[in-house]
């Protein structure tokens, strides 16, 4: 009985320390940049809104599609229909025409548009040219997300390795404030060495719960933009500082802007609809022509006197012509609007294209520019420590005051934390260059 009690209370350990590292392992987990993409772009609320968009201009084009086929329509009618009253040109005399009384009437009609001026073809081509615009536009939303994710990635990112720097500041900092209780008890320094290293302490303290502060504001923004839950913690992956290293010539990066970017491809579907448009303006002047049939049941027959009590079913069929006489002075107007229209995107197409190469030419700048600095800073951030080194210990050979000490350590503090954020400058001008292309 003893055994099975002892093997019961180890199954029920471990349970609850699996839960408890189940738990754990949900709110804590190492989120790589990629995955944190693929979680938003799955999960964003408002990428799930545009989508529907491309939805819409996909049915759009199927309604549109309706167009090519043949129209129907039937009707049937029943009904009472009254004697005739006949009078004579002078209302002198009134005759009373009998009629059959049960009306019955009953039809269908056939068309197909087989020339309009490739009016329906070009309604189509417009409508699929809206459907690849709202594709674009998908894409252009899901890489601002994506930037999106990359900033507030990085912004934790950030804010965890300023933590780190002033953690690690702070052991410093605590056991200079031993080593300086030391020295007072020998009566080498005053009371204000210990009361200035306190309020470096509390300084660093201060900055560290900021900084916790910062983590869970952002980590809160993140878990929304990914669909993740409230209460799960982000790791960075350690391995991205590694990851934005590329050696490619601006001429590379350009090249791919002019085949990815969704901006320009737009505007480029803009100026194609453009085109649509004009010719569909100038399919008004054309005739339309179609094929008809029908065929009609009716009762009775009223067309001799008096009126017979039969049902006459009489079918045609044909070809009819149909021309718009008013498209001779309405239609030029239109084409002329048109074209103005397609000189416009011609023109804003152009633009785009100026903008992009502007856009990728200045990422590409401040990427090489942050790469520099982050040389200038860690080189700068050596010297810090070599610096707070000389300087400790001087200090501690009563050659320099407290405050020579406290400018070294801040000195060394603000020289990590630019290197810190350099590094992370490097990434986020890398993800900048690559949201200007258009392949982030």
């Given amino acids: 009985m003893k055994k099975f009690n002892t093997v019961l209370l180890l199954v029920a350990c471990l349970f609850i320390h699996s839960l408890a590292f189940a738990q754990d392992s949900l709110k804590q987990h190492v989120l790589t940049l990629s995955e944190a993409f693929r979680l938003a772009i799955d999960n964003s609320v408002q990428l799930k809104v545009t989508a529907k968009n491309v939805d819409l201009a996909h049915q ?80 252009n939303n899901e890489t601002d997300t994506k930037f999106l994710v990359a900033q507030k990635y990085l912004d934790i990112y950030r804010f965890i390795t300023q933590k780190q720097v002033f953690a690690n500041n702070l052991k410093l900092a605590n056991a200079r404030l031993r080593n300086i209780l030391v020295l007072q008890k020998q009566g080498m320094v005053t009371q204000n060495d210990v009361l200035r290293t306190g309020i470096t302490i509390s300084d660093l ?35 991205l500082l590694s990851q934005s290293e590329v050696d490619q010539q601006l001429s590379y990066f350009m090249e791919a802007a002019y085949r990815e970017n969704h901006d320009l491809k737009i505007a480029n579907t803009q100026s194609k609809k453009a085109e649509t448009d004009v010719r569909l303006s100038g399919s008004d002047r054309l005739p339309q022509l179609s094929l008809f049939a029908q065929t009609n049941l009716d009762r009775p027959y ?29 239609a030029p107007k239109r084409i002329k609007e048109s074209k103005l229209k397609l000189e416009q995107s011609q023109v804003a197409e152009t633009l785009q294209k100026q903008q992009l190469e502007l856009a990728v030419s200045s990422a590409y700048i401040k990427y090489n520019e942050a790469k520099d600095e982050l040389v200038t800073l860690t080189n700068d951030l050596k010297s810090a420590q070599e610096n707070y080194r000389i300087v400790e210990k001087k200090y501690y050979n009563q050659l320099a005051l407290l405050t020579d000490m406290i400018d070294a350590a801040n000195t060394k503090i603000e020289a990590e934390i630019r290197v810190t954020n350099g590094q992370i400058n490097v990434i986020f001008c890398y993800y900048q260059l690559l949201r200007s292309v258009g392949t982030i």
């Fill in 60 to 139: 759009q084009t199927e309604v549109r599609k309706l167009g090519r086929l043949p129209s129907m329509s039937t009707g049937l009618n029943y009904g009472y229909i009254s004697n005739a009253d006949i009078w004579t040109p002078g209302f002198e005399q009134h005759i009373l025409g009998l009629s059959p009384h049960h009306l019955v009437s009953f039809n269908v009609v056939a068309g197909q548009v087989i020339f309009s001026g490739n009016a329906v073809k070009n309604s189509i081509l417009e409508s699929q040219f809206d459907e690849q615009i709202a594709e674009l536009s998908q894409k």
């Fill in 302 to 330: 009223v067309f001799s006197n008096p009126p017979t009590d039969i049902y006459l079913n009489v079918w045609e069929a044909g070809i009819g012509v149909k021309y718009n006489i008013s498209s001779i002075y309405q």
């Fill in 205 to 239: 303290k201060l900055s560290i719960e900021e900084t916790d502060n910062n983590i869970a504001i952002v980590n809160k923004q993140l878990n929304m933009l990914t669909g993740r839950p409230d209460s799960a913690r982000m790791i960075p992956d350690s391995t």
